[in-house]
């Protein structure tokens, strides 16, 4: 079946840490995004790429990093500068064109303490 | 830059009957995408509807119904013979462009039996 896997679907980690959150998808989407969800507020974009090896940042991207060295793959890692990093994490591909909704993986709750 | 606004926090509907969602945008554009999306409490993502801004015609999915006002940037959603299972967080979103998706708040309706 074709979709988006996020793993792992908990993550713990003591601040001052770095933590990569992966993200695959097989449904042979161009674009990967990656979402931040906080209590009572919407999604908001922290990076998103249109194609292998480019990316570019999206509105709340200090403290975050990306790669995409393959189609598939679209890992975040949540460095230790980001201020505030528990939240949910949220990954999303989409083929080209504006029109096409964007499909979702299930999520990583990320909690620093 | 464009947001997008659901005014109403929390709704409740009782089974069976028909609720109405609220969702209204700023935007400058004319050539855009509007959609719903739907979070169960799993926090999977899932697309419920779509509204192309160029079509003057309102979308219709099974029981999901939008009423689409362009100059009133007006896009509420609308849930006909409601059921257990759509109790969730509902998301408007707006898109213009590949890359440009931005999130409501949020609504979160309550099913009751």
């Known amino acids: 079946d074709g979709g988006i896997t996020q793993s792992p679907k908990y993550l713990f980690r003591k601040e001052g840490q770095n933590v990569t959150l992966s993200c695959e998808q097989n449904l042979n989407h161009d674009a990967m995004y990656w979402y931040r969800q906080d209590p009572g507020q919407g999604l908001r974009l922290i990076y998103y790429?249109?194609?292998?090896?480019?990316?570019q940042k999206g509105d709340i991207a200090e403290g975050y990093s990306v790669s995409r060295e393959k189609k598939e793959s679209f890992p975040l890692t949540v460095t230790s500068a980001q201020k505030n990093p528990t939240a949910f994490y949220l990954c999303?591909?989409?083929?080209?064109?504006?029109?096409?909704?964007?499909?979702f993986g299930p999520g990583t709750r990320l909690t620093v303490t | 830059a464009q947001t997008v606004t659901q005014s109403q926090p929390e709704m409740s509907v009782q089974e069976a009957e028909t609720v109405t969602l609220s969702c209204t945008y700023d935007?400058?554009?004319?050539?855009?995408?509007l959609f719903w999306y739907k979070q169960p409490p799993s926090r999977q993502m899932i697309l419920v509807i779509r509204q192309e801004a160029y079509k003057q015609q309102n979308a219709t999915e099974n029981r999901f119904s939008v009423n689409f006002q362009k100059a009133a940037k007006s896009f509420s959603l609308k849930i006909s013979d409601s059921q257990l299972g759509d109790a969730a967080m509902y998301f408007c979103?707006?898109?213009?462009?590949?890359?440009?998706?931005?999130f409501g708040a949020g609504t979160r309706l309550t099913v009751k039996p």
């Open positions: 999303a591909s989409s083929d080209p064109g504006q029109g096409v909704g964007q499909y």
């Open positions: 935007t400058s554009e004319s050539d855009y995408y």
């Open positions: 979103a707006y898109r213009r462009g590949h890359n440009d998706m931005r």
């Open positions: 790429s249109q194609i292998v090896n480019d990316f």
